[in-house]
């Protein structure tokens, strides 16, 4: 939970700051020993890890928004400066309820680096999940396909809100200009 202090110092979730802010406190949330995140072996040996909040809200059919941050690993180990992403889509399936979900997708290998960071990425998944109240947890693949070619990724949400469902989803990515 967000603290009111820190709510108060918190940038404007459109900005880069903002989305930079959002992606530390995910990262926060999933390496927390006391919540069961992501395991430490996978994002240490990602070749790129992108940190995007969600807006989704659906009954049979579902749609979704969002933005976030891309980091990619460079040959010497260290990671890119933070690039600003943008994420529309829709769903199908059962489904229903609404959720804010933080979401942390993992580029396993090259391919899947060089397919999102094309000019317009087509995301393709299966989505299962349920977020009830302040606490809820999806993992899942995804394949995404660009100009660049295809690769696969590993996502990971913590979501709020009540949403469930079982569903296929499609969305696109791209990369957005930012005011600050």
Same mark, same amino acid.
């Given at each position: ?20 802010? /959002?992606?530390? $406190? ?6 927390d @020993? ?7 072996? !996978?994002?240490?040996g990602?070749?790129?890890v ?6 989704? *809200? ?5 749609? $979704?928004?969002? #933005? ?12 890119? @400066? ?5 994420l529309?889509?829709?769903?199908f ?5 609404? *959720?804010?979900?933080?979401?942390i ?6 391919? %899947?680096?060089n ?5 317009? #990425? ?11 109240? @302040? ?8 394949? /995404?396909?660009?100009?660049?070619g295809?690769?696969?990724? !590993? ?6 809100g ?8 499609? %969305? ?9």
């Open positions: 939970m967000i603290e009111k202090k820190e709510q108060d110092d918190r940038p404007d979730r459109t900005t880069l700051p903002g989305m930079i802010w /959002n992606a530390s $406190h995910i990262l926060d949330q999933a390496l @020993p006391k919540c069961k995140g992501i395991p430490r072996q !996978l994002l240490e990602c070749k790129g992108a940190f995007i909040s969600v807006v989704e *809200a659906g009954f049979i059919f579902s749609g $979704h928004a969002g #933005t976030g941050v891309l980091l990619a690993r460079r040959q010497d180990g260290s990671w890119s @400066p933070p690039s600003a992403l943008g529309a889509g829709v769903g399936g059962a489904l229903f309820g609404a *959720a804010i979900k933080d979401v997708i993992l580029l396993v290998d090259d391919e %899947a680096i397919s999102f960071t094309a000019m317009n #990425t087509i995301k393709l998944g299966g989505e299962v999940g349920v977020a009830v109240g @302040p606490v809820g947890r999806e993992m899942s693949g995804d394949y /995404n396909i660009s100009g660049k295809a690769g696969q990724a !590993l996502s990971y949400t913590f979501s709020k009540l949403f469930a469902g079982v569903g296929l989803e499609g %969305a696109i990515l791209r990369g957005r200009a930012t005011d600050k």
